[in-house]
C-alpha cells in the first residue's frame, strides 16, 4: 500500500489521472503520511492560479508554526482537474486535505459524501458577507460544503474603438452582433468573434447563456426538466454554429479554444468580440496591452424580447472528507477568504472576489476599477444546474454541441439526441437527484 505523493507545485499530467485511477480501482485507501505533530494542508489548484496563492500559503504558514501548505499545480482544464480530485476521493485518499472547487461540482461532492458539511464552522452571520449566488452555489440540501473565494460571470468584451469609429453602438441582439462583427472582422487578420468552442465546461458555460438569451432551458434543478429538445435550444446552437461556419465571424480554431486561446487573440487586437470571465479585463489594462484603454464589456446579446445572461461561474474551497486535518484546512479556508486575502488574490489577477465588501473596497477598486461594472453586472448571472449528476449532464451537452459545431450534426438533432440521454441519465437516477 503506497501514499499517493504529489510534488508540490509538479505539473500534474494525464499519468497521475491513470495512478489515482488504479488507486480507486485496486489499492483500496492509501495511506497518510504528514498527520501528527506539526502537520500539513494541501489543495490542487490550477497552474495560472497558484502563483497568486503563494503569499497567501506562505502568511498562513507563519501564523501556524510547523504547518506546511501544499499547492499542488493541476491541469489546466475545469474537467481534468474534477476528474483528478473524482479519482482522489473515490479512494478515500487524503492527499487532498482542501477541495477548490468550482460551481457545479458542490452537488455531486457533497453528495457522494465526499465533503464535510462547514455551517458549524462559517455561521450564516459570516455567510451573509458572501454573494449570494456564490453563497446559494455551495449548499447542497439545506447544508454548506463550499466557501466561495472568487466568483465569476460570462462577459462579451468588444472594442469600444473600433466600433464608436464605424458609429456602431454595443449590439444588444445576436443578428446586430453578427452584423457589426461582420462589418468590422478582416479575417484572418482580424476576426469578428472568438469564444470558447472546445469539448469542455468552458463551451457549456459559452451555450448556456446564448440558450437564456433564446429563452431556453437545459435542466430545470427542481424538476429535472429537460429543455433541450425545444426550438429555443436549436437556435441557440445554430447561433453558434452560424458564428463559426455559415456567416463565419469566428476563426475555424474557435472549436479548439480554452478562455486562454481566445482571450490572446483579442487581446492582441485580432478580434472585435470576445467571450470570456472577468479576469481579461484587467490583463486588457496592462501597461503593455495593445487594447489597453480600448474596450468595452457587457453581457451577452440576446433574441429580440429576450434577456441578456452570463452563467455564473466561481471557485471555492470544500474540505476532503478523508482530511486527516480538517482543523487545519477549515483555518486555512478562513485564511484566505478575509477582506485581506482577496486583495491578495483578487487585486492583481482581476478576478471577481466573492465577498461583498470587497466591491466597495478601496484598495480593491484602485488595482482593478472593473469591480463596479462585474458587481452589477452579476445581476444578469445564469446558474448551471446544481444537480448531483451535474458532470454526465454536462458531458452529454458538450458533446452534441462540440458535434454540431464540427459540422457533423444538425443542430436540432444533435440538441434532440442530448435531451434524450440526459432524460435517460436523469430518469436513471431517479427524483432524489432533485435539490
Ligand atoms: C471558469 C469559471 C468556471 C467554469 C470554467 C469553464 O473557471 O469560473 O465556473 O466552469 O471557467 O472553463
New binding site residues.
Partial sequence: MHRLRLRRGSGLRIATLALLAGIAAGCGGAQVGGAGGAGRVAVML?PGERPFWMPLARDFERAHPGVTVDLIEGPQ??DLRENLYTASLLARDPSFDLVYM???WTSKFAAAGWLRPLEGAFPPQERDRWLPAAREAGMFRGRLYRVPV???VGLLYYRRDWLEGAGYAPPSTFDELVRVARALEDPPRRWGFVW?GKQ???L??DYLEVLTGFGGTWVDPATLEVGLDRPQAAAALEFLVRCRSVDPISPPGVATY??EESRRLFQDGRAVFLRN?PYVWRLAQREDSPIRGKIGAMSMVHAPGGRSAG?????GLGVSAYSRRPDLAIAFIRHVTTLESQRVLCGETGYAPALIEAYRDSALLAANPFLDRIGRLHANAVA?PAIARYALASDILQRHLSAALAGGEPAARALREAARETRLMLGRAGAAEAR
Fill in positions: 490550477p482544464s475545469t468550482d460551481v457545479t472568487r466568483t465569476d470558447q469542455y465546461e468552458g457549456v458555460c480554452q478562455e470571465w452563467t455564473l461561474g466561481g471557485w448551471r
